[in-house]
């Protein structure tokens, strides 16, 4: 099942292991169940924890549903998402550079220290100030994918909060804890600037 804009109008087709989300696009595109709008994306949504992220044009979508926990309700949504272009193997010519400064880093549940983090060969580190002394790793975006927030599911120093979500099984975690890694900005620019930034450095893993 695909559903269209939301979680009440869906759409059911074959998903094969070969089919890439703009196989999908292209798809209903064709059959008018979507305009012609260049904006449409797929997005995967995991709704136990609240997350979103649009899916590349070149992803499997067959992978991406195979990394979900099972009997889980999540979902793949078609809708609208302005920053569309980035999705594109094209539009990564124009990506964001890899960012750096400071971010909030919940550390464990509800509590959060502003740490420095830069991203450096498609790995994420944080450090105590901008310095760089004693960085410590974050994640490897080989395994992790960026996300943003569908609803408000934890507390925050700012509202401007979105997480590093493993694409493996939680069970692989010893520490369940590191299964996602939630993030915050201190201003709405600075966080997509960020989401756009991580987005783009993960391409060299999934090319």
Known sequence: QVFIENLRQYRTLSITATRTALDILDYFRNN???????????????NEYGLERPIRDWEYVATVIGNW?????????????????CLTLEGFKNAVPPMFGSLHLEVK??????????????TVYHCKDAKG????????????????????????????????????????????DDYIRYLCADHL??????VLSLRAAKVIFIK
Request: aromatic fraction near 14%.
């Open 69 to 85: 926990e099972p009997n889980k309700q999540n979902a793949l949504v078609l809708k609208k998402y302005i920053n569309r272009n």
């Open 133 to 176: 002394n004693n960085e410590t790793l974050l994640c490897s975006l080989a395994s992790f994918d960026v996300y943003t927030f569908t609803k408000t599911v934890r507390k925050s120093p700012t509202k401007f909060i979105f997480a590093l979500k493993s694409q493996d099984k939680v069970a692989m975690f010893e520490n369940p």
């Open 109 to 122: 549940k509800n509590k959060w220290q502003k740490r420095h983090f830069f991203i450096r060969d498609g």
């Open 189 to 194: 620019d600075k966080m997509k600037d960020w």
């Open 32 to 46: 008018e169940t979507i305009s012609d709008s260049e904006s449409w994306t797929l997005f995967e949504v995991i």
